[in-house]
């Protein structure tokens, strides 16, 4: 676990310290999920979807599909 301390702007801004982006592999642009129970924030990197496993899901759905229509077990 790292610890370290950042500061809010009259924005309600803050940065990540460098080492913790480091640490997380977060650049510019990264995109967080941010989620707080009112006392706590958690934050979370965003990654994109695996775009190629969609696809052979999306692949195995119609054919799981077409099997159902004919009569076939999924």
Same mark, same amino acid.
């Given at each position: %676990? %790292?610890? &370290? $301390?950042?500061? $809010? #702007?009259? @924005? /309600?801004?803050? #940065?990540?310290? !460098? @080492? ?9 642009? !990264?995109? %967080?999920?941010?989620? #707080? &129970? ?8 965003? #990654?994109?979807? &695996? *775009?190629? =496993?969609?696809?052979? $899901? *999306? @692949?195995? !759905?119609?054919?799981? =599909? ?5 009569? /076939?077990?999924?």
């Amino acid at each position: %676990m %790292m610890i &370290d $301390i950042a500061s $809010i #702007t009259s @924005r /309600g801004q803050f #940065t990540i310290p !460098s @080492r913790l982006c480091k640490f997380l592999n977060l650049k510019a642009g !990264s995109k %967080m999920f941010i989620v #707080t &129970d009112g006392e706590h924030l958690l934050l979370k990197k965003l #990654t994109p979807p &695996d *775009v190629a =496993a969609f696809g052979k $899901i *999306v @692949r195995a !759905s119609k054919t799981m =599909a077409k099997k159902a229509k004919k009569g /076939g077990r999924p």
